[in-house]
T-cell receptor, first 115, second 114 residues
Framework: AQKITQTQPGMFVQEKEAVTLDCTYDTSDQSYGLFWYKQPSSGEMIFLIYQGSYDEQNATEGRYSLNFQKARKSANLVISASQLGDSAMYFCAMRGVNRDDKIIFGKGTRLHILP | DSGVTQTPKHLITATGQRVTLRCSPRSGDLSVYWYQQSLDQGLQFLIQYYNGEERAKGNILERFSAQQFPDLHSELNLSSLELGDSALYFC?????????????FGPGTRLTVL
């Protein structure tokens, strides 16, 4: 069965520092997609970044990058130069390629950026 | 703004009642997904529709049902509501059904069952 593990329930980081949010996954699929979403206190889910299992390069989107280590089954999110507005809940998610594959989410990491 | 719209934003109702949540996907997206987010269960996939047909089913209770209409909007019907159904219900959409498709989420409907 597919599984996503986020081991950091909460993190406190000083503004302007870089932060790494951990995500490990378990799947027997060869092809899958990995996603990160941000959920601020207002509640909406905001897509941040995507990494395909066959992508050779790590995905980047502005201040967000994904440190993808396929052999270790990890897909950590790196936020560079953190800002106060980055304070939110962050979810790692994965989806396989089969028809019945659903996107599954980790339990999330609550990130607090300190001024 | 993701382009996915959900109505209503908040819904307060009583146990035993029935409610309907509505979702309009992003322009051009054919897939609609429904999720339930509660404090104890986290974010749970309920059901997916693709171009009007059910494509995948998750942890959806028998008291819940959904459909996608020809104009691609979707409705999630929750009946015989229980206190435990109180949650944030998200709709998401994607262009197709591929694993590589990014799902864009709507703002959610917060359901409170009293």
């Amino acid at each position: 069965a597919q599984k996503i593990t986020q081991t950091q329930p909460g993190m406190f980081v000083q503004e302007k520092e870089a932060v790494t949010l951990d995500c490990t996954y378990d799947t027997s699929d060869q092809s899958y997609g990995l996603f990160w979403y941000k959920q601020p206190s207002s509640g909406e889910m905001i897509f941040l970044i995507y990494q395909g299992s066959y992508d050779e390069q790590n995905a980047t989107e502005g201040r967000y990058s994904l440190n993808f280590q396929k052999a270790r089954k990890s897909a950590n999110l790196v936020i560079s130069a953190s800002q106060l507005g980055d304070s939110a809940m962050y979810f790692c998610a994965m989806r396989g390629v089969n028809r019945d594959d659903k996107i599954i989410f980790g339990k999330g990491t609550r990130l607090h950026i300190l001024p | 703004d993701s382009g996915v719209t959900q109505t209503p934003k908040h819904l307060i109702t009583a146990t035993g009642q029935r409610v309907t949540l509505r979702c309009s996907p992003r322009s051009g997206d054919l897939s609609v997904y429904w999720y339930q987010q509660s404090l104890d269960q986290g974010l749970q996939f309920l059901i997916q529709y693709y171009n009007g047909e059910e494509r995948a089913k998750g942890n959806i209770l028998e008291r819940f049902s959904a459909q996608q209409f020809p104009d691609l909007h979707s409705e999630l019907n929750l009946s015989s509501l229980e206190l435990g159904d109180s949650a944030l219900y998200f709709c998401a959409s994607s262009p197709n059904y591929l694993s590589t498709d990014t799902q864009y989420f709507g703002p959610g409907t917060r359901l409170t069952v009293l």
